[in-house]
């Protein structure tokens, strides 16, 4: 694209609000005209950045995303309609026409892939500015590795259930210090099993829409040369409690391996991050191997265990707001929550916490050993052991609640847990199709 040197009527017309701006005025609007922004994720977040951005005149957007749009998208990701969802457009297209339909002045460049350390730097290259607007561990690594090694700002937002975040990474101010990197503060990733995206905790859209927004905001500002309000500082917004904060953030490490003293990552060896994270980037719905195949029971399998009738106890552990859009018959719901606090107490001080569900458990527990005509605390009893299965969404918490089960429940029966592999969305799938998913 060339460098506009001035601006035409037509310009001058359509971006006059900002242009009177003294911060703004005619050599800003030029500079926005001529910069580059990649944006690398088409969803809650890149639609609302890309959306402003377009609107502000920027001249040359790219959008990486490798899915396709969804139903479930449109809450939150509002460049993307109903119609492109139900002929799976490509976000990144679907994302590319509807922002040329709102400027068509900008050059928009829609690049259908996964982001990896293969491509990320031909794609990086050409551009000024970086929005991370991913929703994954995985992908952060990258996108900040890669921009420091190619020397570009970094936006970085996230959003999950009522919060946001925000700050600018790589970025050198006025006095010529470079504020950090991702891995200045995050050297090492969190274990696979603790990171949550919006597919399992969820998102209300307004968040990714508001951080989206002021990452837009924050670009604009570094383009037209005003100093970004969150470099080397870490905007926080809780939309449930309707305030925010701003957490001040430690400067560049000598010791990180992609931007201090002693690099170790470099433009030509670019680690692993799947290996490195323990996650792919596009693992939008990670399944989690905790249990032993033998502690674990297919959809299948329990399906035909309920059609004979076998005694047996099923636990659900998903949040109670989840119990209505669907659920399996006669389970009880003791939430994850409230097992990872009982096994916390157990770890902190060696007694368990009592909560009702935990009781109405082991009352049903004691009362198939009655039934079965041995005493409680019986152990040299034959009664074979009573099966409990736990069912989450997806078999991930349940598997995490089976590990907590049978390290806290402390049974003077015999039991067994187990838990549903694939969880309500394989029986969706599999065995009962009219069942609602999510």
């Known amino acids: 694209m060339q460098h506009e040197q001035k601006l035409d009527n037509d310009s001058v017309a359509r971006y ?17 005209n001529n910069a580059k922004v990649l944006i690398v994720g088409a969803g809650g977040l890149g639609c609302p950045a890309a959306q402003y951005l377009a609107s502000a ?13 969804e139903v ?11 119609k492109r969802a139900a002929d799976r457009w490509s976000k990144a297209e679907s994302a590319a026409f509807a922002l040329n339909e709102l400027n068509s002045k900008c050059k928009i460049v829609p690049i259908i892939a996964q ?25 952060r690594y990258l996108i900040s590795d ?18 946001g975040q925000l700050t600018v990474y790589n970025y050198t101010d006025d006095n010529g210090t470079t504020g950090p990197c991702y891995r200045c503060l995050h050297p090492i990733p969190p274990p696979p099993e603790s990171v949550t995206n919006c597919s399992d905790g969820g998102v209300i859209g307004v968040v990714p829409g508001i951080i989206g927004c002021m990452q837009a905001l924050e670009t604009l500002k570094i383009i037209v040369g005003i100093q970004p309000s ?25 010791s990180c391996v992609c931007c201090g003293d002693n690099r170790s990552i470099k433009l030509d060896n670019l680690p692993d991050y799947t290996e490195f994270c323990g996650m792919g980037a596009n693992d939008k719905c990670k399944m989690l191997h905790i249990l032993n195949p033998d502690e674990r029971i297919t959809v299948k399998q329990y399906y035909e265990l309920t059609k004979k009738s076998k005694k047996h106890i099923l636990i659900d552990v998903r949040n109670p707001v989840e119990l209505g859009i669907c659920s399996l018959p006669e389970s009880i719901n003791i939430p994850i929550d409230k097992l990872k606090t009982l096994d916390a107490c157990m770890v902190k001080s060696g007694n368990s916490r009592t909560f009702p569900e935990i009781d109405k458990l082991c009352n049903l527990i004691t009362e198939y050993s009655v039934d079965n005509g041995t005493k409680t605390g019986d152990t ?26 049978q390290k806290c429940l402390k049974c003077d029966s015999p039991v067994i847990f187990k838990d549903l592999k694939g969880g309500l969305m394989a029986w969706a799938n599999q065995i009962d199709k009219s069942m609602a998913q999510y």
């Open 16 to 32: 006059s609000r900002q242009l009177i701006l003294p911060e703004i005025g005619v050599e800003g609007q030029i500079k926005l």
């Open 380 to 405: 040299d009893s034959d009664l074979p052991k009573l099966p409990v299965f736990v069912v989450c969404r997806m078999g991930n918490d349940s598997q995490k609640a089976v590990k907590i089960l």
């Open 57 to 69: 005149g920027v001249g040359t957007i790219g959008i990486v995303d490798y899915d396709e749009v």
């Open 146 to 163: 890669t921009c420091v090694l190619t020397n570009k700002p970094l936006v970085s937002g996230g959003a999950l259930r009522w919060e």
């Open 230 to 254: 969150y470099h080397r500082n870490l905007f926080v917004f809780n939309g449930l409690e309707g305030n925010c904060r701003t957490v001040k953030l430690r400067g560049r490490q000598p």
């Open 72 to 82: 479930s998208n449109l809450h939150r990701q509002i460049l993307h309609t109903e």
């Open 115 to 139: 982001l990896d350390r293969n491509n990320a730097l031909d794609i990086f290259k050409d551009y000024d500015v970086v929005i991370d607007a991913t929703d994954n561990i995985t992908s």
